[in-house]
């Protein structure tokens, strides 16, 4: 599996580009906000990549962020949704909309992407409203409404408290938590997780 590509650009296209490394030019299908990244041609460029693997063909698809193709990864797992499906969604909506849609069980947005109808709308959140970690998804100027700030720095507050460091804590308390935990249950999960309880 290629995780990312690190070389020089040579083509862009509408969907797709080639980056040149070790004198080999691979073409990357890429999603829109991968696209608006992109540095000119013939500067150096490192984008993170999936390889899509047929009997009939291999695909190479771009990411900007490891949050991005982290959520490409996600809704690959849903049935039905295929890696062309993920990039098109992916293209037609910034990523913290498409998170918060899955947390508030909202099938509008991803149903208002081309070609993405509402029963895989509702699939997708069905699939994957219990395994999207909002905090997955952060990244700057990508705001993810997860509701749950408060309850993760209270969590943060007390595992600290038990002799934690404070990014040991909080990193600990992101892995386990999901959008609707209170801090009690967040603290509760780190220390399961830590074989403390």
Do not use: W
């Amino acid at each position: 599996m290629i995780g990312f590509i690190k070389g020089i650009l040579r083509e862009k296209d509408f969907d797709n580009i080639v980056v040149e490394t070790g004198g080999i030019g691979f073409q990357i299908f890429v999603t829109n906000s991968c696209m608006a990244n992109m540095p000119n041609i013939d500067e150096e460029v490192k984008i993170y990549t999936y390889m899509h693997v047929r009997e009939d063909e291999m695909t190479l698809y771009g990411f900007v962020s490891p949050e991005e193709k982290r959520l490409f990864m996600q809704l690959i797992t849903v049935s039905g949704v295929g890696s062309k499906t993920a990039i098109q969604i992916l293209s037609a909506e910034r990523m913290g909309a498409i998170v918060n849609s899955i947390i508030n069980e909202d099938t509008s947005v991803i149903a208002g992407c081309k070609g993405i109808g509402k029963k895989i709308a509702e699939r997708i959140i069905l699939e994957l409203k219990d395994k999207i970690k909002p905090f997955d998804y952060i990244i700057p100027n990508e705001p993810i409404n997860i509701g749950t700030n408060e309850n993760l720095e209270d969590a943060v507050v007390v595992l600290t408290s038990l002799g934690l460091t404070k990014n040991d804590a909080t990193k600990r308390a992101r892995e386990v938590m999901s959008s609707t935990d209170s801090a009690e249950t967040i603290v509760a999960k780190v220390l399961h997780d830590m074989g403390n309880v």
